[in-house]
T-cell receptor
Framework: GDSVTQMEGPVTLSEEAFLTINCTYT??????LFWYVQYPGEGLQLLLK?????DKGSNKGFEATYRKETTSFHLEKGSVQVSDSAVYFC???????????FGAGTTVTVRA | ETGVTQTPRHLVMGMTNKKSLKCEQH?????MYWYKQSAKKPLELMFV???????ENNSVPSRFSPECPNSSHLFLHLHTLQPEDSALYLC?????????????FGEGSRLTVL
């Protein structure tokens, strides 16, 4: 079945450091890929998405490129802030519908 | 209110209790979901309702009983739970048919089973 594997955390960084969170997927078709973020005490919210190979999703300084050849969708940000401290979830939708398969989440803590 | 709201935010119950979690969405969506979030595990989809009809039940034990009286409200009735059911239960909604993949989540109900 469909699945998402993302790097285990926690990840601790200093402000202005470079962040990368690895995500790889397994799917039978041509999935859409997503990154969701969960700030402390809040629900998940969509951060960015890509719907086909080579698409790049971007939002709030974060980027991720849909790599079909490596079945990956790694999340990157060039200079993190304390406010980026959160749990990040990689997810996919493989059936052209609304049901998502999520990874286990990666906790990121940014220190001033 | 806006978005997706869940009550209660925190719940502690014994294994013999009966309680319910409530979710309400103010977004005009027609699909609603229950997810279970446990530490270091992927989010687990439990139930999906589309236009008030249950379209998915991912082999959830019968001690969890969902109810969707209308497209804006979703309940999760809890009965005779086990300690391993302790988790954060997240409600979400979406607009079926748009295929955007965007779910709108509530803040969750943190459940502790003693």
């Amino acid at each position: 079945g469909d699945s998402v594997t993302q790097m285990e955390g926690p990840v601790t960084l200093s402000e202005e450091a470079f962040l990368t969170i690895n995500c790889t997927y397994t799917a039978t078709g041509y999935p859409s890929l997503f990154w969701y973020v969960q700030y402390p005490g809040e629900g998940l919210q969509l951060l960015l998405k890509a719907t086909k190979a080579d698409d790049k999703g971007s939002n709030k300084g974060f980027e991720a490129t849909y790599r079909k050849e490596t079945t990956s969708f790694h999340l990157e940000k060039g200079s993190v802030q304390v406010s980026d401290s959160a749990v990040y979830f990689c997810a996919l939708s493989d059936r052209g519908d609304y049901k998502l398969s999520f990874g286990a989440g990666t906790t990121v803590t940014v220190r001033a | 209110e806006t978005g997706v709201t869940q009550t209660p935010r925190h719940l502690v119950m014994g294994m013999t209790n009966k309680k319910s979690l409530k979710c309400e969405q103010h977004l005009g969506h027609n699909a609603m979901y229950w997810y279970k979030q446990s530490a270091k595990k992927p989010l687990e989809l439990m139930f999906v309702y589309n236009f008030k009809e249950q379209t998915e039940n991912n082999s959830v034990p019968s001690r969890f009983s969902p109810e969707c009286p209308n497209s804006s409200h979703l309940f999760l009735h809890l009965h005779t739970l086990q300690p391993e059911d302790s988790a954060l239960y997240l409600c979400a909604s979406s607009q079926e048919g748009l295929n955007t993949g965007e779910l709108f989540f509530g803040e969750g109900s943190r459940l502790t089973v003693l």
